[in-house]
């Protein structure tokens, strides 16, 4: 979905090096994620944010850090890679709402992924 | 919370023959559930969702959904499978509170034979 980008969709590191995954989105969502993909394990979240000032931990969020510079943009830090963070890293933006009581919407829209290689 | 539980890891169907990919899922409240699909090296794709409307959706791509609240199930089907249906799926389940997050399935392989 074009609407939603990542910088860069490819990259090889090595271990130790601080990395950083950049998101942004034009589709004008307040909530965004960062995921990443690993086979068989499905996507599993790393950090969220429900607007700019409220940053939440996923369920794998060791090792990561994360800054929401603006609406439009979420990135994922990597302060030291190591081998096991390689892996596929999706980001999404979502369009929470309410549609009646105690239901609501929440529709994601993934960017292109970004590969990343930890050697 | 929510959780979500796709049945299948891998599934096999010939070219023309339908498709069931299965999703069983918990909320606490009256949830949103969704089917996205992944093509090799491609991100995801929203295939259809379930927003309290119609509890049968249709999604893009001839596919479709049944959200069945007696069993917790939401199982994606489509009557003739076709050789770029082959990719992974997920089943996803959101909850209705706003503080819930969104919960993935581990994924169906989908593997279409000729």
């Known amino acids: 979905d074009a609407d939603v980008t990542q910088t860069p969709r490819n990259r090889i590191t090595k271990t130790g090096k601080r990395i950083m995954l950049e998101c942004s989105q034009t589709?004008?969502?307040?909530?965004m994620y960062w995921y990443r993909q690993d086979p068989g394990l499905g996507l599993r979240l790393i950090y969220y944010?429900?607007?700019?000032?409220?940053?939440n931990k996923g369920e794998i969020s060791d090792g990561y850090s994360v800054s929401r510079q603006a609406q439009a943009k979420f990135s994922l830090s990597l302060e030291s890679a190591i081998p096991n963070q390689t892996a596929l890293y999706f980001c999404?933006?979502?369009?929470?709402?309410?549609?009646?009581?105690?239901?609501?919407?929440?529709?994601?829209?993934f960017g292109p992924g970004t590969r990343l290689t930890v050697l | 919370a929510q959780s979500v539980t796709q049945l299948d890891s891998h599934v096999s169907v010939s070219e023309g023959t339908p498709v069931l990919l299965r999703c069983n899922y918990s909320?606490?409240?009256?949830?949103?559930l969704f089917w996205y699909v992944q093509h090799p090296n491609k991100g995801l794709q929203l295939l259809l969702k379930?927003?309290?409307?119609?509890?049968l959706v249709k999604g893009i791509n001839g596919f479709e959904a049944e959200f069945k609240k007696s069993e917790t199930s939401f199982h994606l089907t489509k009557p003739s499978a076709h050789m770029s249906d082959a990719a992974e799926y997920f089943c996803?389940?959101?909850?209705?509170?706003?503080?819930?997050?969104?919960?993935f399935g581990k994924g169906t392989r989908l593997h279409i034979l000729p």
């Open positions: 944010s429900f607007d700019v000032k409220d940053i």
């Open positions: 996803v389940v959101s909850g209705g509170n706003r503080d819930d997050k969104i919960i």
């Open positions: 909320s606490s409240y009256s949830p949103s």
């Open positions: 999404a933006t979502s369009d929470w709402g309410l549609r009646g009581i105690g239901s609501s919407t929440d529709t994601q829209y």
């Open positions: 379930y927003t309290s409307a119609a509890t």
């Open positions: 589709k004008g969502h307040d909530r």
